[in-house]
T-cell receptor
Framework: AQKITQTQPGMFVQEKEAVTLDCTYDTSDQSYGLFWYKQPSSGEMIFLIYQGSYDEQNATEGRYSLNFQKARKSANLVISASQLGDSAMYFCAMREMDSSYKLIFGSGTRLLVRP | GAGVSQTPSNKVTEKGKYVELRCDPISGHTALYWYRQSLGQGPEFLIYFQGTGAADDSGLPNDRFFAVRPEGSVSTLKIQRTERGDSAVYLC???????????FGNGTRLTVT
């Protein structure tokens, strides 16, 4: 079974608009962490935001926020005020901390910001 | 400070040859990870080190793949008898602790001809 599911292979958003990238996960661990990474065409993996399973508040980092719905096992990334430089692949990832600290990635969503 | 360094950035080898890929993590980071990324896909976990020991090697696809981290810093991923299907970008990442975010290197693009 897929641990991390990103159902949107590609998304478009108009510059300055907000966009939500979907991520659902599957785990039986009580303690886990959820991460989002950005990968521009240059190939580097850039850490954006982290949400712990016990965090009661949704994580925010600048224009990025994570909409964490534990009961639904979803961890959607919201990017506000999109910029052209936000065009990239976005990967959701999970670390199950009851078992191993390895990070498991989803298949990614390609975001294209239109001017 | 310096980030995660991977060498070489590109490697072309013939089918059946042996290759070594090197990763120099961020100084002081105790955890080190290897991933493989094929075009258009997410990174696929290979192995994770905590210090010198492999804490989880469940992602290594077969016994042609092996990784070491003898002094708890630099790591080498070794691939024997390379196959065309091994062609991918091999990413290394390190983190300060087991539960900290991963910081990635720029990867080694391996092409097996």
């Amino acid at each position: 079974a897929q641990k991390i599911t990103q159902t949107q292979p590609g998304m478009f958003v108009q510059e300055k608009e907000a966009v939500t990238l979907d991520c659902t996960y599957d785990t039986s661990d009580q303690s886990y962490g959820l991460f989002w990474y950005k990968q521009p065409s240059s190939g580097e993996m850039i850490f954006l935001i982290y949400q712990g399973s016990y965090d009661e508040q949704n994580a925010t980092e600048g224009r990025y926020s994570l909409n964490f719905q534990k009961a639904r096992k979803s961890a959607n990334l919201v990017i506000s005020a999109s910029q052209l430089g936000d065009s990239a692949m976005y990967f959701c990832a999970m670390r199950e901390m009851d078992s191993s600290y390895k990070l498991i990635f989803g298949s990614g969503t390609r975001l294209l910001v239109r001017p | 400070g310096a980030g995660v360094s991977q060498t070489p950035s590109n490697k072309v080898t013939e089918k059946g040859k042996y290759v070594e890929l090197r990763c120099d993590p961020i100084s002081g980071h105790t955890a080190l990870y290897w991933y493989r990324q094929s075009l258009g896909q997410g990174p696929e976990f290979l192995i994770y080190f905590q210090g010198t020991g492999a804490a989880d090697d469940s992602g290594l696809p077969n016994d042609r793949f092996f990784a070491v981290r003898p002094e708890g810093s630099v790591s080498t991923l070794k691939i024997q008898r390379t196959e065309r299907g091994d062609s991918a970008v091999y990413l290394c990442a390190s983190s300060e602790h087991g539960d900290s975010p991963l910081h990635f290197g720029n990867g080694t693009r391996l092409t097996v001809t």
